[in-house]
């Protein structure tokens, strides 16, 4: 076996089991019964450390078959771990279907523009070709995890009955019953407390009513349009986190350099060139 090629098995290997945790992380972010450090955390660090190896595998291949190869891998992952939610609702819908092929395509195209653009260029400028390669990239996870979030038991409860938050509903009111009744209304014993929660309920029933009534003709687009927040939301933190896993790409590109496993070599490239 070539030194290439082991590289390609290690590369791709890696890329694969990532691409498992990434999306574990990211499936178990849409539980409700967690906190919301680890709903962002877990998936941002190890999206961070996918990247990384994306990044230089992406940077050091040449061959277009073997990066096409590392974008199925991802899709892959996906499909394994949300077999179930996916064939079970998105695959019975063309829209799901559709995601799904949309963003393979943009991890082609992050793998390809990252090699076109180590190409065009006389020297290896790692930083620009990461980000040649992350950009699409991130398209292609945001509307994957977008459509996961569309099916999530989270966005679907959203075209219900919808209920303001009880505890901070009546700390807010509250405080202004007691700004705006004066000393007309005693908090400081049982009738007075009684009072005040049959009017805070009172009120919550009525807000919740008006809210709903006035929600319904629209309550059906509520999914779709937080699952498109959501891609854009995911797309911002794209923004973000893109710095970070540059970095760590160009750190893992130093590390390998420097041991060897990776060389910088220089070839003769012809020119063509028009003359009087």
Known sequence: MTKQNFFRIILNGLIFSLSLVFWLFLKNSFEAQ???????????????????FLGVFVLAETKKRYLILSSALIILA???????EFFALSIGSLAGL?????????LMI???????EKNLRYKVAAKDIFRKAFK???????????????????????DREFLLPKPVFNRITGSLIKTLG?????????????????????????????????SQPYR????????????????????????PMIFLSWLLLK?????????????????????I
């Not at 996906?78 to 179930?84: E, H, R, Y």
């Open 220 to 243: 059906k687009y509520f999914p779709a349009g937080l699952a498109l927040t959501f891609f854009f939301a995911l797309k911002f933190l794209g923004f973000l986190i893109i710095w």
């Open 182 to 214: 004066g000393n007309d209304i005693e908090v400081n014993t049982v009738a007075g407390q009684d009072n005040l929660a049959a009017a805070q309920n009172q009120i919550y029933d009525s807000v919740n009513l008006q809210i709903n009534n006035l």
């Open 255 to 275: 590390i390998l350099l420097f041991s060897g496993i990776l060389k910088i070599t220089k070839v003769e490239t012809e020119k063509e060139m028009i003359e």
């Open 34 to 52: 967690i906190g919301w450090g680890t709903r962002i955390i877990y998936p941002a660090v190890s999206f961070s450390v996918l990247g990384m």
């Open 110 to 116: 992050g793998a390809l523009e990252a090699r076109t």
């Open 136 to 158: 699409p990239t991130i398209t292609a996870i945001a509307l994957l995890a977008a459509m996961v979030f569309y099916w999530s038991p989270i966005n679907e409860n959203m």
């Open 98 to 106: 559709a995601v799904l092929i949309l963003a393979f395509v943009f």
């Open 78 to 84: 996906f499909l394994f771990i949300f077999s179930g």
